[in-house]
């Protein structure tokens, strides 16, 4: 299935102007998941500058064994309710924490229920999410969302 949706990505990019530059990912739950397999195959032409993934249906020991993808910026927003997937996002945020070198069990809170690995090699940003939410419910993005994805320094509108 992931196959198929790689080439969706590059379908949308030969139809239409796409700045590949700027291509972001984004998704809940199966959508989610989508943006995972995309990143982590690396075998489509389109490949996301950047992801914010909610509710995926991937944990810890699903990435455990896969290589760590070329995306460099990832927010990832889960759920501490979410009974389909009850701790996977922060399985996820520990995974990609050592993709990034990030330093261990090291994290600044930059917005209400998000923190944001310290430490993170070679520019890599990421951030993780935990709200009260249950699975059906996808997050509402808004402009802390909206700035990750865009690349601005979140580090810059704390306090």
């Known amino acids: 299935m992931i196959e198929l949706y790689s080439k969706v990505a590059d379908a949308v990019a030969r139809q239409w102007c796409i700045d ?17 397999g995309i ?18 249906g991937l944990s810890g020991n699903d990435l455990a064994f896969q290589s760590c993808p070329s995306v460099r910026r990832v927010m990832i927003v889960h759920g501490r309710n979410d009974a389909l997937f009850p701790d996977f ?25 998000c923190v944001e690995a310290e430490g993170c090699q070679s520019g890599a940003d990421l951030v993780f999410c935990e709200t009260d939410a249950e699975h ?12 990750f994805l865009r690349g601005v320094d979140t580090n810059a509108k704390k306090g």
């Open 20 to 36: 590949r530059e700027r291509v972001v990912f984004l998704g809940h739950s199966d959508g989610a998941s989508a943006s995972y």
């Open 39 to 56: 990143s982590l195959l690396e075998r489509g032409a389109l490949q996301p500058r950047a992801m914010l993934v909610s509710g995926a």
């Open 89 to 113: 996002g922060h399985q996820a945020s520990l995974w990609w924490s050592k993709c990034f070198g990030c330093a261990p069990d090291k994290f600044a809170k930059v917005a209400p229920h």
């Open 136 to 147: 059906v419910t996808a997050p509402v993005i808004g402009d802390f969302e909206l700035d």
